[in-house]
């Protein structure tokens, strides 16, 4: 089965520049999203189409990507980013939906 | 905007079938859309259960393609999901969510609060 691969955890001082990659063998033909899931609360699309930013996201949130790696970059991170990060893709095949395994972003 | 609400039991026996419905208000079930199931084991992360369209097609994850059922009730504007032989490992928070699929985008953009469903004797 397909896999999308992030690391456990990130962390940064406050007003530096936190980066979550993802990885994914369909990642250099298919989109990678970004959500932000703040404890108790339902996740939050904060990156679509590799790079974009959704109405209401901060501009300090923006994404990359590069052959099998995405990544989300927030520039200044502030406390209250302080998150679970997922990235989302489909699959090759484009039929199966596939969530990375969480980065757990600390500021402090 | 699109509003989703799950409901169902928060308890469910092991090998039970659990089942829930999602309300969706603000929006049509017959629109573009399609219509998921993400659930979150306790301290996890995600996992795409699968998804319905109002024509009745679905997709399910394949890991769990034997024991799911999506359905719609286009009367009632909501979907619904079984899983059968649940076990301790299906306790989760289980969220609907409505998937925008594109022709070169797809994405989760409107998510229910979320319902814990604990399997327990």
């Known amino acids: 089965s397909y896999e999308l691969t992030q690391p456990p955890s990130v962390s940064v001082s406050p007003g530096q520049t936190a980066r979550i990659t993802c990885s994914g063998d369909?990642?250099?033909?298919?989109?990678a999203y970004w959500y932000q899931q703040k404890s108790g609360q339902a996740p939050v699309l904060v990156i679509y189409e590799d790079s974009k930013r959704p109405s209401g996201i901060p501009e300090r949130f923006s994404g990359s990507s590069s052959g099998t790696m995405a990544t989300l970059i927030i520039s200044g991170a502030q406390v209250e980013d302080e998150a679970d990060y997922y990235c989302y893709s489909r699959d090759s095949s484009g039929h199966y939906r596939v969530f990375g395994g969480g980065t757990k972003l600390t500021v402090l | 905007q699109v509003q989703l609400e799950e409901s169902g039991p928060g308890l469910v026996k092991p090998s039970g079938t659990l089942s829930l419905t999602c309300a969706v208000s603000g929006g049509s079930i017959s629109s573009n859309n399609w219509w998921s199931w993400v659930r979150q084991p306790p301290g996890k992360g995600l996992e795409w259960i699968g998804e319905i369209y109002h024509s009745g097609s679905t997709n399910y994850n394949p890991s769990l393609k034997s024991r799911v059922t999506i359905s719609l009730d286009k009367s009632k504007n909501q979907f619904s999901l079984e899983l059968s032989s649940v076990t301790a490992a299906d306790t989760a928070v289980y969220y609907c969510?409505?998937?925008?699929?594109?022709?070169?985008?797809?994405?989760?953009?409107?998510w229910g609060q979320g319902t814990l469903v604990t399997v327990s004797s």
């Open positions: 969510a409505s998937l925008i699929v594109t022709t070169i985008s797809n994405y989760f953009d409107y």
């Open positions: 369909a990642l250099p033909k298919k989109y």
